[in-house]
């Protein structure tokens, strides 16, 4: 099987396994699991951040730093796209209240204009604005990067206007490689990030948020409000250690892939897409309507699951596919084979 659905379906390597099996472990609730605390240390060191706390999803980590950062009744402003807005259920509702106030964009950028219009002005009688969240890489525009200045630029004009920002960094790593900058400068501007162990770093489990040693000591309140207090967990943060340490480098790797995956469809009947706009391992692309096929997309997931080849239809007519460590060259290869024939048929 290759699978393209989500670089979420990789597995623990064999280091992985081995790390977990002889993982010092202890109760983390109460502080004292020693590869939690060692993993913590590294997080923060990579993101130049003072602290940093483990949560078991991404999704808890944005959550808990919207709670810590965006007051009941408050708006928080983010790209119309993002995943905190279009993926996480709703939270920032549920657990804090909050409001998002979504930007849409041509090309994945809120630009500094549109962030200073969309904040509230300090009048008694408007819902104030808190927070600003920002995506690196964007998910939903095709894995795209921002790079540090445009980074800079948002979290300036939110800031001159007493917001915090927040970073949905899940794959800043994959960020920092196709920008040729550390994670850690693109993380500068923020107040907080978070990033997942579990995507392309090939993680089972795990997600970090960095920032201010007090705001993460806050955090280890709310991560318990949230049911994320875990016991002897050092055996998960054991993984984590060795996806910092050995699978970012690698990550060039599945760029190219995704690029070439690109160019090879590009070269198919029905489709569009731009192999230029494709900077990370997420590929997004769309199919040309044709008369008769009300869903191209669908047709074209489901022959290549008859081939053994998994990817997700978004719509009727978008796909998206995602390079991982288990994806090497001759499985883009085969990849764009199956294509081929199915939209042979489709488009004949
Ligand atoms: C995957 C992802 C998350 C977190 O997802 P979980 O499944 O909760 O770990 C957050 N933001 C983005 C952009 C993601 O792709």
Not at 35 to 48: C, I, Q
Not at 77 to 98: D, P, T
Not at 307 to 319: K, P, T, V, Y
């Amino acid at each position: 099987m290759i699978d393209l659905r989500s670089d979420t379906v990789t597995h623990p390597t064999p280091a992985m396994r081995r790390a977990m099996a002889t993982a010092e472990v202890g109760d983390d609730v109460y502080g004292e699991d020693p590869t939690v605390r060692r993993l913590e240390a590294r997080a923060a060191e990579r993101l130049g951040k003072q602290a940093a706390i483990f949560v078991p999803t991404g999704t808890m980590g944005n959550q808990v730093a919207i709670h810590l950062q965006a007051r009941p009744g408050s708006e928080v402003i983010l790209e119309a796209r993002a995943h905190i807005f279009n993926f996480e259920m709703g939270a920032m509702a549920v657990w804090s209240g909050a409001l998002p106030r979504p930007i849409t964009t041509s090309d994945g950028f809120m630009t500094p204009e549109q962030v200073s219009a969309a904040i509230s002005p300090p009048i008694s009688y408007r819902t104030p604005t808190s927070l600003l969240c920002l995506e690196n890489t964007h998910n939903l525009w095709s894995g795209l990067p921002m790079d540090a200045a445009r980074t800079e630029a948002l979290a300036t004009v939110a800031r001159s206007r007493g917001l915090a920002v927040h970073l949905d960094g899940a794959r800043i790593f994959n960020a920092a490689a196709a920008l040729g900058t550390p994670a850690a400068t693109l993380a500068a501007p923020c107040d907080t990030v978070m990033f997942c162990l579990s995507k392309g770093l090939a993680a089972p489990i795990g997600s970090l948020l960095a920032g201010p040693s007090d705001l993460i000591r806050e955090a280890r309140r709310v991560r318990k409000l949230f049911g994320g207090g875990m016991r002897q967990v050092g055996v998960l943060a054991a993984a984590g250690l060795v996806a910092l340490d050995e699978m970012v480098d690698r990550l060039d790797e599945d760029h190219r892939r995704a690029r070439r995956l690109a160019q090879g469809l590009a070269e198919l009947p029905g489709v569009e897409v731009d192999p230029a706009r494709v900077w990370t391992n997420i590929l997004v692309f769309q199919l040309r309507s044709q008369s008769g096929e009300a869903s191209p997309a669908a047709r074209l997931a489901a022959g290549l699951r008859d081939r053994g080849i998994l990817c997700i239809a978004f719509s009727d007519h978008e796909l998206r596919m995602v390079t991982h460590v288990e994806i090497d060259d001759p499985a883009i290869e085969a990849t764009l084979a199956a294509a081929g024939e199915v939209l042979e048929e489709i488009y004949q």
